[in-house]
């Protein structure tokens, strides 16, 4: 029909089929050759977080991304409207409570969890609007409130405990009370104060950038334990570059952010810093003695709420007093 010789139309035909042929069967190559390089890269990329896992004893990129979502919450709720800071002070001082609580009952202690929850969760609103008296109060009355309910507790023959475990569970409850809510409440005081905004979120950034010094120094260059009995994670190495971030961080934010001279941010880094550093030993210390590695497993990547707020709480109340010294 087209005047093409059925031969030469055969070999054509012939010649396409086996150019379809020869591009599928290098599409197939070449195929096989990315999912055979995706898979090495995959495995790479697993073993070096096993590595790191290993090392640090935590899903490090889980980690990181649980930090950024709360370092987004915590500016949201500084910069955008200071009330949303107290309601996430509520939200962690309510999960942080009722951990330690739980943390306590594994090592034999009775805390009433419902009391002690409900004290740190009222503190915190009852701080912000009234002020270092409305906390001095809030805290003394949860403490009361924990320490009633555990004696009315005593009536039951099931929780009922010999006299010196209940001295126990009182000094118990008031520790979560004194720990917890007290020093938590002194972050939402701070925050409440005319321009105080500006002095949490830089003591924070103080407190995360001494963690993160310290981190990194410690994973690329410790070589000598600083407290291997409390924490054998920690090193020497890392404490002196948790020490300098946290000193450099200080004097920036004293010069660009708290308007105050770059002596008092060398003076405020490294406040900050030993705060931070003890907050997180203390913490250590507890888990230790209770037996446990982290306070819960809410947070992937980083255990609970207090394995976060560990070198934060103690830092508060420094930074509440400069604030109150200096501003």
Do not use: C
Request: cysteine-free; hydrophobic content about 55%; proline content about 3%.
């Amino acid at each position: 029909m087209t005047g093409v010789p059925d031969g030469e139309r055969s070999d054509a035909d012939d010649q396409r089929h086996s150019t379809r042929d020869d591009l599928r069967a290098q599409m197939h190559a070449r195929r096989v050759d990315l999912e055979r390089q995706f898979e090495a890269s995959r495995a790479q990329f697993d073993e070096a977080q096993e590595r790191i896992n290993a090392r640090t004893g935590r899903n490090l990129l889980l980690a990181i991304l649980i930090g950024l979502a709360f370092g987004g919450t915590l500016l949201l709720s500084l910069l955008v409207f200071k009330e949303l800071f107290m309601v996430f002070a509520v939200v962690l001082a309510g999960f942080s409570s009722s951990e330690l609580a739980a943390a306590l009952k594994h090592g034999g202690y009775r805390v009433p969890r419902i009391p002690t929850v409900a004290a740190a969760v009222v503190a915190v609103p009852v701080a912000y609007y009234g002020g270092p008296a409305g906390q001095l109060a809030a805290v003394l009355i949860g403490m009361t409130l924990v320490v009633l309910w555990r004696l009315a507790q005593q009536a039951s023959a099931s929780v009922r405990a010999e006299t010196s475990g209940l001295a126990r569970d009182l000094g118990a409850g008031i520790f979560v009370q004194g720990y917890v809510t007290f020093l938590a409440t002194f972050a939402v005081v701070l925050t409440a104060a005319d321009g105080g905004q500006w002095w949490t979120l830089a003591f924070i950034i103080t407190a995360v950038a001494a963690d993160t010094g310290a981190y990194a120094s410690g994973l690329a260059f410790g070589r000598h334990p600083m407290a291997p009995v409390i924490s054998p994670k920690k090193t020497w190495e890392g404490f002196a570059g948790g020490a300098l971030a946290s000193l450099v961080a200080g004097v920036l934010l004293a010069l660009f952010m708290l308007g105050q001279p770059w002596w008092f941010g060398l003076a405020f880094g490294a406040a900050i810093f030993l705060t931070a550093t003890l907050g997180d030993l203390a913490e250590s210390l507890i888990k230790r003695d209770l037996g446990i590695k982290d306070m819960s497993s809410w947070l992937p990547g980083h255990g609970g709420f207090l394995d976060r707020l560990d070198s934060i709480l103690p830092s508060a109340a420094v930074a509440f007093v400069a604030f109150q010294i200096f501003a």
